[in-house]
Structure formats: structure tokens, C-alpha cells
């Protein structure tokens, strides 16, 4: 991709939003990194005793730029990479605040301090898929498939979807995930007890409150007899229907020291809560936050960047007090990911145009947390890979070594 392209393929993540759906590279290779030998051994292994966790899977639709996030202000090339739109050291006006001597988070994330302190949050970073593509659509399908580098003609499932459909339900198994969405997103397709469900709290059958009862008689009748699969599908939405009903959403409270963000993105947060504490035996949710395409006016300080930044890590925190204050932590992993990062150099827009890696953040009360995983590749010219940071940790060693040790 080259700069003076970058608005055709903003047509495209727009497009890619619309529909609601949905490298490691040379460079890397060539420096002896292959793996195993680079896993961040972000989680450890659960005692056990113990349940297996929730896994919260937040997707970051539309590329985050990994170094506005979380900036590398110990690599002097990347201020002269990006001369104006680069979030400045700590110590200077709105600079980064210092995680390690050389990542910062961008000021308008602070509240990821708060985990991270804690030891409950790790950054990995120069982390993403190894297949070069460069298309939103296609970096999606090959991660969220978890065929990096395969032909993608065929890709009807996804790996937390698989995971679901090889490893036995811990509770009824009506729902073990649930997309808080329109759409099922890739990711996790593959198991038979997964549904995309917009508004759990809204899961319900509509219509007068007087007539309820009598329809939903009438329409289990329907189905009794019904051929499988229909008959078992009908059964378990009802099911769910009532699982879900269980739930005490509208007036859930967080038992953190801080509400939950009004936004989008927070209610979605809130909702997650609630099921886990409701004890409904859901293993997998999966969350879209969209808006991460930047290739103009990206603004990581006072701009748009800024703005979706600080709403997700503000709901993030919300989240991780609520979940610490109950005892619910360590029994949930959040894993927040996204296709692709961005170039090293900003463009003539003041944007960025698309990448290969980016960061990662897995939060959770059994997470190696306080610490930046990264093999840092650097960014001098002959480390970059197609003008952007090489991907030096392939994100499924994180995701499988959380598979392994908390699932």
C-alpha cells in the first residue's frame, strides 16, 4: 500500500463496517525469530480446582495503531518517523506515561494504569498476524479463521468457535458464547451453542406482556414434533431465552469504584458483567468496537484517536474494577486485539496508512500482567516491513497459551 492510496482503502473499511462483518514478515524471520522461541508467556496456568475463565474477546475493527497507543518513546526513530503526529516522551507536555524506560501509554489511556500497576494487565507489543495482507477483510477472515497465510476461500470457522465445539460445556450448554452484535463474528463460528445477540438484556419474546405466556405455548408447540436439527435449535433458543431472563440487567450496578462508561462500547462491558456474576455458565464473549482506521486527521492526542482511546480504556478499567471488587477477576481473561497495526512513517493527511503489527492487552486475575511483552524489531528502515513494524510475536501464541492455561 502507498500513501496516495490510503482513501480507497478507508472506502473499504467503511464498506467492511456497513455489512457489520466481518507479519511476521521477512524481516523478522531473517533476524532468527521464529517461534516458540519468542512466546510472551502472557498467562499462567490455572490451579486445578479452579473453572475455566470467561474469555472477553474485545476485536479492535479497523486497525489500531499499536505505537499512538502504546508508544515506543525509546526508539528515536519513531519521532523522526512521524514528526508531527507522534505522542511525545514523558516528561514533555501531554508525553507518554512511562510503563518500562521505553513504552509509554498515551495519555489519554491512562486508566490502563490501573491494572497494570496491579499486575492484572500485559502489553504485548510488535504483535499480529503473520499473513501480509493488507486488506481489512482479508487480515480479519485470516485471523479471526486462524489461517495466517492460507487460502481463505474456505474458512468457515473461527478458533474460539472451534475451541468451543472440541472442549465439553462446563454448565447446560445452551449458550457457551455470545457475540454482543448484529452478525456472528468469525471468530466464533464453529460451535453449535455460540449466538450473536445485540441486546442480551432485550432477549426475550416481544409483544404485550399479557399475551406472552399464551404465545410462547403456542410456539414451543410448534416445534415438538419438528425434524432435527430444528427441533433441538427451537429448544435451545427457548432455553436461552429464559437463561438470559435470569440475568439482572437493567439494574446491574457495578460493584467497582467507578461506572460504567455511558458509551456503546461500556453498556456492552456492563452486560458482559452481569452475565458472569449472573453464573449462566458463558465461556466465550466476543465484542466489536469499531473506528480504528486513521489514515487522516488521526489526532492521538486531540482528535479521534484520542476520544476512541480513552473511552475503551476508561470502560476497560470500569470492567476490571467491577470484576476485582466481586472476586469475578480471576476467573476472566480480556483479550483485546485487532487485524492489523499501522505504517512506522505518518502520511501527508496526518494519519497512518495500514501496517502489520500492532499491541495487544490481556487483562485478568491470572495474567503475567505489569510488564510489556516484545521482541521490539525496531523501526531504522532496514527493520521495517513494507514501511511499517515487523510482527515479532505471532498473536496465536498468546491466544494459544491462553486456550491452554485459563481455558
Request: hydrophobic residues 40%; aromatic residues 8%.
Amino acid at each position: 500500500m502507498t500513501h496516495e492510496n490510503h482513501k480507497a482503502s478507508c472506502s473499504e473499511y467503511a464498506e467492511l463496517s456497513r455489512r457489520g462483518f466481518l507479519a511476521r514478515s521477512g524481516a523478522a524471520m531473517a533476524a532468527g525469530i521464529t517461534s516458540p522461541a519468542w512466546m510472551p508467556r502472557v498467562a499462567m496456568a490455572a490451579p486445578g480446582s479452579n473453572p475455566r475463565d470467561v474469555m472477553v474477546h474485545v476485536f479492535l475493527r479497523g486497525g489500531i495503531d499499536g505505537m499512538t497507543a502504546i508508544v515506543p518513546h525509546g526508539d528515536a526513530d519513531f519521532y523522526n518517523l512521524r514528526p508531527n503526529i507522534a505522542v511525545p516522551p514523558p516528561g514533555q507536555q501531554n508525553g507518554a506515561l512511562d510503563l518500562d524506560g521505553f513504552f509509554g501509554v498515551n495519555p489519554n489511556g491512562a486508566p490502563l494504569l490501573t491494572p497494570y500497576n496491579n499486575g492484572h494487565l500485559a502489553i504485548v507489543h510488535a504483535a499480529g498476524s503473520t499473513d501480509p495482507t493488507l486488506s481489512h477483510f482479508d487480515a480479519m477472515k485470516a485471523m479471526e479463521g486462524g489461517v495466517p497465510n492460507q487460502s481463505l476461500v474456505n474458512v468457515q470457522s473461527g478458533w474460539l468457535g472451534r475451541h468451543l465445539n472440541d472442549t465439553t460445556s462446563v454448565g447446560p450448554g445452551y449458550v457457551r458464547g455470545l457475540a454482543i452484535s448484529d452478525l456472528m463474528p468469525l471468530h466464533l463460528l464453529g460451535s453449535d451453542a455460540a449466538l450473536p445477540i445485540n441486546a442480551p438484556q432485550d432477549f426475550e419474546f416481544i409483544g404485550r406482556t399479557t399475551t406472552s405466556k399464551a404465545r410462547r405455548q403456542a410456539t414451543e408447540a410448534m416445534y415438538v414434533n419438528a425434524e432435527e436439527p430444528l427441533a433441538s435449535a427451537a429448544a435451545a433458543t427457548f432455553a436461552t431465552v429464559d437463561l438470559l431472563a435470569s440475568v439482572e440487567f437493567e439494574n446491574y450496578s457495578s460493584a467497582g469504584s467507578i461506572p460504567y462508561p455511558t458509551s456503546l462500547f461500556g453498556q456492552k462491558l456492563r452486560a458482559t458483567a452481569a452475565m458472569i456474576k449472573a453464573g449462566i455458565a458463558l465461556e466465550a464473549v466476543g465484542i466489536d468496537y469499531h473506528g480504528w482506521d486513521h489514515h487522516e486527521s488521526q489526532g492521538p492526542l486531540n482528535g479521534i484517536f484520542s476520544i476512541l482511546f480513552a473511552d475503551l480504556t476508561l470502560c476497560l478499567e470500569a470492567f476490571y474494577l467491577d470484576l476485582l471488587a466481586d472476586g469475578y477477576l480471576d476467573s476472566t481473561v480480556t483479550l483485546v486485539m485487532t487485524e492489523f497495526g499501522r505504517r512506522a512513517d505518518e502520511n501527508g493527511s496526518l494519519g497512518t496508512d495500514h501496517g502489520h503489527a500492532s499491541m495487544m492487552l490481556a487483562m485478568g486475575g491470572h495474567i503475567a500482567g505489569g510488564q510489556v511483552f516484545s521482541n521490539w524489531p525496531g523501526l531504522a528502515a532496514c527493520q521495517l516491513v513494507d514501511s511499517a513494524l515487523a510482527v515479532t510475536t505471532d498473536y496465536r501464541d498468546v491466544t494459544g497459551e491462553i486456550l491452554v492455561n485459563r481455558m
